[in-house]
């Protein structure tokens, strides 16, 4: 067993560049909330650092939108979401067999993802992930608890408040890890979704993957 490894019994998985592959919903729905103010974009690869970080910074970031129209800007985002972009989503190849094998081995799963929770949850039965999560945490849907750390102290007081030792944080961007590290938990990088290892280095991931079979070699 990897030093990352030892002692843990709670493995909690950002879902957005983690379990699923949301490019295509989340940036046709950023180009629609974009839209709305005169912002047209027609290349969606320009939209992927929108994947991860709570939605209202990203507006901010990355097109310079005042704190109010980035707060505005994601219930335009919504429009778009909630009738289309959702399901135009994608689980990663090998995900669902890897969950299998985690809960065989006894770990408990819990998802902590800045999406908001009952979105996390529709996917979740979409996709037939659900039955290995025994806790599925996310954002509130009026804009609460967006920051990572904010949703991983969520998710762990949901599971009775575990040993921090005991837990592991694995996601795609360095919020997950730097949210991790704010709440005193180890976390591991994944470069197969929308961070690339700079980083995930930099944000000082205990450990870093490239695919998902490197993942289940990992953790299994």
């Not at 909690?12 to 909330?33: C, M, N, R, W």
């Not at 976390?187 to 197969?192: K, Q, R, S």
Request: charged fraction near 30%.
């Amino acid at each position: 067993m990897n030093d990352l490894m030892r002692d843990k019994k709670y493995l909690l998985f950002d879902l957005d560049g983690t379990l699923t592959d949301p490019k295509e919903g989340i940036t046709k729905s950023v180009q629609h909330a974009l839209r709305y103010y005169g912002i047209e974009e027609p290349d969606l690869e320009r939209l992927t650092p929108y994947i991860g970080p709570p939605l209202q910074a990203g507006f901010m970031e990355q097109h310079g939108l005042s704190e109010r129209d980035a707060e505005e800007a994601v219930w335009k985002y919504r429009e778009y979401f909630e009738t289309q972009g959702i399901w135009e989503n994608r689980r990663y190849e090998g995900i669902l067999p890897l969950l299998r094998k985690l809960k065989e081995k006894g770990y408990v799963l819990a998802m902590a993802t800045s999406k908001p929770e009952k979105f996390a949850k529709m996917i979740a039965e979409r996709f037939e992930m659900a039955p290995y999560f025994t806790v599925i945490a996310g954002s509130l849907y009026d804009g609460g608890r967006t920051k990572k750390a904010e949703v991983i102290r969520h998710a762990r007081k949901l599971l009775a408040c575990p040993p921090l030792d005991e837990c592991l944080m694995i996601g795609d961007r360095k919020h997950d890890i730097e949210g991790a590290r704010e709440v005193g938990i180890d976390a591991l990088g994944v470069l197969y979704g929308f961070g690339d290892r700079q980083e995930l280095e930099k944000a000082e991931a205990g450990a870093i993957v490239a695919t998902v079979e490197e993942l289940t070699a990992f953790l299994c």
